[in-house]
């Protein structure tokens, strides 16, 4: 059995993400905006909880919080992307992305997901 020390990794086999820009494009000369998933942009994660007094802050300015998500550190990701999980098509936005620190010691990026009102269409190119 693998003794876990300070040192160790993070585990991420909850589940994965894949990662999309929000963007605009022209389809017949009239504005759209669509999402484009990211090369490389799929990434494994784990869980991490959403407490009371979090998801009622949250409730009180009308959002509606999903998950909290946490993957390796990457900075790179910000409320213009969108995620689906797990092959799933369901679409969620980032809320927020906030650096933290596990307990290993592993910086990573904790990814607050927000649920969408509208889906966005899936950028062909």
Request: charged share 30%.
């Amino acid at each position: 059995m693998l003794k876990r020390t300070k040192n160790s990794v993070p585990d991420y086999c909850d589940g994965y993400l894949e990662v999309y820009d929000i963007t605009d494009k022209n389809v017949n000369n009239y504005p759209m905006t669509v999402i484009k998933k990211r090369e490389n942009g799929t990434v494994w994660f784990r869980t991490a909880s959403i407490y009371d007094h979090t998801r009622l802050e949250f409730e009180s300015r009308d959002i509606q919080i999903v998950a909290k998500l946490r993957i390796p550190y990457w900075d790179d990701i910000s409320s213009k992307c969108v995620v689906t999980m797990n092959g799933n098509p369901k679409q969620y936005r980032i809320y927020n992305n906030a650096k933290v620190t596990s307990k290993q010691g592993c910086t990573e990026s904790e990814l607050t997901l927000q649920e969408l009102e509208n889906e966005y269409d899936v950028a062909d190119d």
